[in-house]
């Protein structure tokens, strides 16, 4: 496999080691990682993580609400935002992280429509935890790693807190205009406590470094000429030595089908464009509810419990259009369909579009022993239950695209960790996964085979392990090393739905490998320095599978995809310094470089480059941070996209990438007792294609970059 490591790479590396500063441990702020599933510090975690706190999500809202956009500006391995409803090709360390709420998954693995990004506002969320690499701890899905969005808490006494905020574009064009207000209480009494948020944001249309309105995605979904609403409440009630929390959140984004698109020319550099039109079908939408119940004990026989049941209803409606893909002869003449144009055999096609509808149930069980009888041994056990029942039907018809799918699993694990000698942690763990798929008969669609599929029911299981080493040298430096494995499915719901995934005469859901689950292997080593004037990390991660999951984007412009199971291995490495420069500047730069492979022939060996629907460009980010005496505070901010090629197994250039640099500025005043924001994204008005765009997109999805957009906000407690 090729990979050509940066120099500016590894000068971070050697710039860990050379003058260090010893620091005091009681300076050094601990933060604990719930993700982690036992509460442990990230300095004891053998892994990357990336913890977004509120100060740092403060000053990204400044400039932009889109938290996919946030995550790749602090953690640069996650690929850039396409600025889209859709977040299919957004992936962490080049595969699909888990997203959760409080732990709750978010991602729909049985049929991923590209929409877990979008299932909360983010004024909800007060910090959001990242552990890279693909990992067991919270069950399938984490190829790439986790991503959890942690819920605000009470603040204490009674508050109240209003919101608002205005984007505006570079021509001030009155269609693009942007705006959002959120209203959010919170109080304790001497057991209770609540805090709940109500938000409003209605997007105008987008426009590009040339004043020209950015083309839209009328079928996987388009975030611009769309309003969301989001409701949060979080109740919660302290016993004498246990807590039981109650949390629900819905969430609504629908696009207002306002405009429709207009065919780019990729080979000629014209990119994707819009005209207000009104779309002939029900304009795309997100629609999720996500519950919580949890419950923590401190002390069960000198144990801590923590129980939560959790629910997640989640439905999106998908863009329409007029496909032959959807033509199904039963319809011919029926008064229920919208003709639109002829097919090649002469029949009348018609507008139709999918909707994607997943319920999820699940409980999640834990034990934490701290210093097992003396040894020194922490010890967390547990089970987690889960159950995912998900169907894509078509709106229009009726017609199931995707059968209904059952996906139950049970999962019991061990994982300790244990201080041989001072300074010295060693952890391991053991998960073992068994699932069960149940699909009843069915027949694919007309335009997908027409095919009669004999349904049934397949079990599957795999024991999953995960090794670390963490080891201080001295208080400041940190070495630490892990191997660990992830466990996930294909998109089961393309696998049924294609007809050429069955073959013989007698097609059965259990005579394809296609659905067989994906294990991937991540082994990391990485350097931790933190210091009384600086902070480093570097770490190099490779992630392996032998039979993967990859995302091919059909040829016949329907925007659909199919799923390839091949081998394929992602190398990386990730790095971060930040310096402390006097008591109120901090400077600092983030880099991500990685290169992937798939086998393409069969033959057990990787031989062609990924591309950016699986994998993310190499990247530099830049930022100052600038805290006046006076509370007023500033960020400047850089993301430079560097350019790359994709080539196949003939080492020929398939598809390449022109990379960018954008930079955003922001400034935040306190104004009474409220705080007044300034922020200005894509700063020099770069004009660009997204990376989406550039590497996988085709004529109707050849998207232009946002340009530059002015946001003024205001945040007032009370």
Request: glycine share 10%.
């Amino acid at each position: 496999m090729k990979f050509t490591t940066s120099l500016i790479a590894l000068s971070i590396a050697s710039a860990i080691t050379p003058n260090l500063v010893t620091a005091d441990e009681a300076d050094i702020e601990v933060i604990t990682v719930t993700s982690s599933r036992m509460g442990k510090p990230v300095s004891a975690l053998p892994n990357t993580v990336t913890i977004i706190d509120r100060e740092q999500l403060e000053q990204q809202f400044r400039t932009t609400k889109d938290l996919s956009t946030i995550i790749g500006n602090l953690a640069p391995s996650f690929s850039p935002s396409r600025q889209k409803m859709s977040n299919t090709g957004e992936t962490l360390r080049g595969r699909t992280p888990l997203i959760m709420i409080d732990g709750v998954p978010q991602s729909n693995p049985l049929r991923s429509g590209g929409r877990s990004g979008q299932t909360i506002d983010p004024a909800m969320i007060e910090r959001i935890e990242i552990i890279h690499g693909a990992n067991a701890m919270h069950g399938m899905g984490a190829q790439g790693g986790i991503i959890n969005y942690i819920t605000k808490k009470p603040s204490g006494d009674s508050q109240h807190q209003v919101s608002f905020d205005v984007t505006v574009p570079n021509n001030l064009a009155s269609d693009g205009v942007s705006f959002g207000t959120s209203y959010s209480f919170s109080g304790e009494s001497d057991r209770m406590d609540m805090i709940g948020s109500v938000s409003y944001r209605n997007n105008g249309v987008y426009y590009d470094a040339n004043d020209q309105m950015v083309g839209i995605d009328t079928t996987q979904g388009e975030s611009m000429d769309s309003q969301s609403a989001d409701f949060f409440i979080k109740l919660g009630y302290d016993f004498d030595q246990s807590r039981l929390e109650l949390m629900v959140n819905h969430y609504n984004m629908e696009n207002n089908g306002n405009y429709m698109a207009v065919d780019g020319d990729k080979e000629n550099d014209i990119p994707t464009g819009a005209i207000k039109q009104d779309q002939p079908w029900e304009a795309a939408n997100n629609q999720v509810t996500t519950t919580s119940l949890t419950y923590t004990h401190e002390d069960i026989g000198g144990q801590q419990l923590h129980l939560q049941f959790f629910n997640q209803n989640f439905e999106a409606v998908y863009g329409g259009g007029c496909w032959s893909d959807f033509y199904d002869p039963g319809m011919e003449g029926s008064d229920q369909v919208t003709v639109c144009d002829s097919g090649d055999n002469g029949e009348s096609l018609y507008y139709e579009q999918s909707r994607n509808k997943s319920m999820k149930w699940g409980m999640k069980a834990s034990m934490i022993a701290n210093n097992v009888a003396d040894s020194g041994i922490n010890l967390a056990y547990g089970i987690d239950i889960f159950r995912d029942t998900t169907e894509q039907d078509m709106v229009v018809s009726g017609i199931s695209w995707v059968p209904e799918s059952i996906y139950d699993n049970i999962a019991p694990y061990v994982q300790l960790d244990y201080d041989p000698i001072d300074n010295l942690t060693l952890s391991g763990g053991v998960r073992y996964e068994y699932a069960k798929l149940k699909v009843d008969d069915y027949k694919t669609m007309y335009g997908y085979g027409d095919k009669e599929i004999q349904g049934g029911t397949l079990d599957f299981n795999e024991t999953l392990v995960n090794l670390g080493l963490s080891y201080k040298i001295i208080p400041s430096v940190r070495l630490y090393t892990s191997f660990s494995q992830g466990f996930g499915m294909p998109d089961i719901g393309r696998v049924l739905r294609d007809g050429d995934s069955f073959q013989g005469e007698n097609p059965s859901i259990e005579d394809t490998l296609a659905l067989t689950p994906i294990v991937t292997d991540n082994l990391e080593f990485g350097a931790d320095y933190q210091g009384e004037y600086f902070s480093a990390k570097i770490a190099f991660y490779r992630s392996s599978t032998d039979y993967g999951s990859r995302m091919v984007e059909k040829e016949d412009g329907s925007g659909a995809f199919v799923v390839k199971r091949e081998k394929s291995v992602i190398e990386g490495i990730e790095s971060n310094i930040t310096a402390y420069i006097g008591d109120n500047d901090d400077v600092g730069v983030n880099i991500a470089i990685q290169d992937g492979e798939y086998d393409s022939n069969g033959d057990h060996s990787v031989d062609t480059d990924l591309d950016g629907a699986n994998i993310s460009p190499n990247r530099i980010n830049l930022f100052w941070t600038h805290n006046f005496d006076n509370d007023i505070s500033t960020r400047v901010q850089a993301n430079f996209f560097m350019d790359k090629d994709f080539k196949d197994a003939n080492d020929e250039i398939y598809s390449s990438f022109d990379g960018y640099t954008t930079v955003d500025a922001s400034v935040a005043i306190p104004v009474y007792n409220g705080s007044l924001s300034i922020g200005i994204q894509n700063l020099f008005n770069e004009d660009y294609y997204t990376y989406y765009s550039q590497t996988v997109g085709k004529d109707n999805r050849y998207f232009k970059g946002m340009g530059r957009t002015a946001t003024i906000g205001f945040t007032m407690p009370f």
